[in-house]
């Protein structure tokens, strides 16, 4: 059983690390064929990884927070992800951490805002003030919606919830409330608003290059992960639990998460991006939806 739990707990770390390149590689080639272009490899993204990983950065600025925040978002992005589960195997559990995965996941998008603030810079301070606004309207309806499923199944552990959830009015409501919590704040188009390529020049990233900006890119792109591993997960395992075994729930998992990341694709290339005052307003109504989603959980519904 040990020896299961160390090797799954291996293929988990790889996953989180090695997967999410992949996974923004398929979706750029799913979006080029839609589009009638070749597109890129799939690879591309690991190449562009390992260019940027491979060049000295240029430092604008003095500021120890410019030079750290990368470092942090990429740090807080893996503990996310860790804390989900990989087939029957949670590689870090704990009483509670269902608080350290919305902590720590937003830890990413202050990383991004670190970095941002610490430039006199107009692009790299209006991305910041965008994925402020972002998180401060989309974290509410991502913790309402895990807070609905820890409701159900009587537990704070957020990787043994999918495990333990039933079926019940408000849990459905809240897998729509994940959904689209886990879209907008993976900072798909048209919410892709704080990097916003053609019009503020991908606001922090702008003054970023080398290593530090392809350590901050990695971490955005595992943050996604998880978001996506989080909801593969609870739409997975609940019809898998009780018939399969750890690899074949495993298997299971990355089906979903690559039908998601397609699905996606295909979302983004249909769309625009959205202002940022039309994000809030979205944001503000499903918050208040998610309200009542939650007081229906709280009734037991």
């Given at each position: 059983m040990e020896a299961e739990r160390i090797a799954f707990s291996f293929i988990s770390l790889c996953l989180i690390?090695?997967?999410?390149?992949?996974?923004?590689?398929?979706?750029?080639?799913?979006?080029?064929?839609i589009q009638l272009r070749q597109g890129p490899s799939i690879l591309q993204t690991y190449y562009d990884l390992t260019t940027f990983l491979s060049v000295e950065p240029v430092y604008p600025t003095e500021r120890l927070a410019f030079r750290l925040a990368p470092y942090i978002a990429f740090a807080s992005a893996v503990s996310a992800a860790l804390v989900l589960?990989?087939?029957?195997?949670?590689?870090?559990?704990?009483?509670?951490?269902?608080?350290?995965?919305?902590?720590?996941?937003?830890?990413?998008?202050?990383a991004y805002m670190v970095g941002g603030f610490s430039l006199n810079n107009t692009y790299t301070n209006t991305g910041a003030n965008r994925e402020m606004m972002?998180?401060?309207?989309?974290?509410?309806i991502l913790g309402v919606a895990i807070g609905t499923f820890a409701l159900n199944a009587h537990t704070l552990r957020i990787g043994a919830i999918p495990f333990a959830l039933?079926?019940?009015?408000?849990v459905l409501l809240a897998y729509g409330l994940l959904a689209y919590s886990?879209?907008?704040?993976?900072?798909?188009?048209?919410?892709?608003?704080?990097?916003?390529?053609?019009?503020?020049?991908?606001?922090?990233?702008?003054?970023?290059?080398?290593?530090?900006?392809?350590?901050?890119?990695?971490?955005?792109?595992?943050?996604?992960?998880?978001?996506?591993?989080?909801?593969?997960?609870?739409?997975?395992?609940?019809?898998?639990?009780?018939?399969?075994?750890?690899?074949?729930?495993?298997?299971?998992?990355?089906?979903?998460?690559?039908?998601?990341?397609?699905?996606?694709?295909?979302?983004?290339?249909?769309?625009?991006?959205?202002?940022?005052?039309?994000?809030?307003?979205?944001?503000?109504?499903?918050?208040?939806?998610?309200?009542?989603?939650?007081?229906?959980?709280?009734?037991?519904?």
């Open positions: 690390l090695f997967l999410p390149p992949l996974l923004d590689g398929i979706g750029r080639k799913v979006k080029a064929r589960p990989y087939g029957r195997v949670i590689p870090v559990s704990f009483t509670g951490d269902i608080f350290v995965f919305l902590y720590v996941l937003a830890m990413v998008s202050i972002m998180i401060l309207s989309i974290e509410p039933t079926f019940t009015v408000s886990v879209y907008v704040e993976g900072g798909f188009i048209p919410f892709d608003v704080a990097e916003a390529e053609q019009e503020i020049l991908e606001g922090t990233f702008s003054e970023y290059s080398g290593y530090l900006l392809g350590i901050f890119k990695w971490a955005l792109m595992i943050k996604r992960f998880a978001l996506l591993w989080l909801l593969s997960s609870f739409i997975s395992i609940p019809f898998v639990r009780n018939v399969a075994n750890g690899a074949l729930i495993l298997i299971t998992q990355l089906i979903v998460l690559l039908l998601l990341y397609a699905g996606i694709a295909v979302i983004e290339s249909m769309n625009a991006r959205l202002r940022i005052d039309h994000v809030i307003r979205r944001n503000t109504g499903v918050f208040l939806c998610s309200l009542a989603v939650l007081l229906l959980a709280a009734l037991g519904w």
